[in-house]
């Protein structure tokens, strides 16, 4: 799993954006397919099973 992090100060708002990324594994879910998250993420971000999550799609890029 490849994870780096790092923190930025956003001077206009006046807040730290915390940014983390990593590699997830795509899993066969009947007909469709899911997205493993590492736990560490799930923990750090107190995502739990049926939460709901936003995925931002940028220039074919989640």
Do not use: C, H
Not at 15 to 24: D, G, N, S
Request: proline letters at 5%; hydrophobic letters at 45%.
């Amino acid at each position: 799993m490849l994870t780096l992090g790092y923190q930025a100060f956003n001077s206009m708002t006046g807040y730290y954006l915390k940014i983390v990324l990593f590699e997830a594994t795509l899993v066969k879910w009947g007909n469709s397919v899911g997205l493993a998250l590492p736990k560490p993420i799930r923990d750090g971000m107190n995502l739990n099973p049926g939460d709901k999550i936003t995925i931002v799609v940028d220039n074919d890029k989640i």
